[in-house]
T-cell receptor, first 113, second 114 residues
Framework: QQQVKQSPQSLIVQKGGISIINCAYE??????FPWYQQFPGKGPALLIAIRPDVSEKKEGRFTISFNKSAKQFSLHIMDSQPGDSATYFC????????????FGEGTQLTVNP | NAGVTQTPKFQVLKTGQSMTLQCAQDMNHEYMSWYRQDPGMGLRLIHY???????DQGEVPNGYNVSRSTTEDFPLRLLSAAPSQTSVYFCASSYGGVESTEAFFGQGTRLTVV
């Protein structure tokens, strides 16, 4: 079963707009929630990550919002740019699993100029 | 600093053939893993290793074998390729342990089984 569910599958945003990608999880043992960005032909690369003891983390135009009670977290991309066009994956890690990551299904973001 | 290097980048196999996907990292990471990426399914863990000589199964291990004889290398073997194994394969490494965070990915191997 998919332990981390991600939506939407695809997203089209105009330049300057806000992109929002949502993820939900079931396993309450998850203790680390990263977002990965993947460009065509490349491997995923860490974008931003959050731990469940904080509700929000911001790095530049990228913000993670985390709702522990609802078991949901989301990525917000402010002032979206064409260069942000990529596939985004949310993920989660169970503390006792070391570095094992469980990924969401992915969101293909297109930012139109 | 090369990071995580995967070879080959592309491969076409016939059903029933075997092959090994190579993965090497030069960051002295303890933890290495193999994922497959399929449309609409994200990345799914095939096998992983927490150190030399130690491997374990992930979510989708059937049809794949791994070994970890050195810290640097973590090859993935397809014993008898099937069309269902057509996918993009990614190797990743990280420091390992409960405080480990960032996983570094290779550029992937696109495998087609005909």
């Amino acid at each position: 079963q998919q332990q981390v569910k991600q939506s939407p599958q695809s997203l089209i945003v105009q330049k300057g707009g806000i992109s929002i990608i949502n993820c939900a999880y079931e396993n309450t043992a998850f203790d680390y929630f990263p977002w990965y960005q993947q460009f065509p032909g490349k491997g995923p690369a860490l974008l931003i990550a959050i731990r469940p003891d904080v509700s929000e983390k911001k790095e530049g135009r990228f913000t993670i919002s985390f709702n522990k009670s609802a078991k949901q977290f989301s990525l917000h991309i402010m002032d979206s740019q064409p260069g942000d066009s990529a596939t985004y994956f949310c993920a989660a890690r169970e503390k006792t699993s070391g570095s094992r990551l469980t990924f969401g299904e992915g969101t293909q973001l297109t930012v139109n100029p | 600093n090369a990071g995580v290097t995967q070879t080959p980048k592309f491969q076409v196999l016939k059903t029933g053939q075997s092959m090994t996907l190579q993965c090497a990292q030069d960051m002295n990471h303890e933890y290495m893993s193999w994922y497959r990426q399929d449309p609409g399914m994200g990345l799914r863990l095939i096998h992983y290793s927490v150190g030399a000589g130690i491997t374990d199964q992930g979510e989708v291990p059937n049809g794949y074998n791994v070994s970890r004889s050195t810290t640097e290398d973590f090859p993935l073997r397809l014993l008898s390729a099937a069309p269902s194994q057509t996918s993009v394969y990614f190797c990743a490494s990280s420091y390992g342990g409960v405080e480990s965070t960032e996983a570094f990915f290779g550029q992937g191997t696109r495998l087609t089984v005909v």
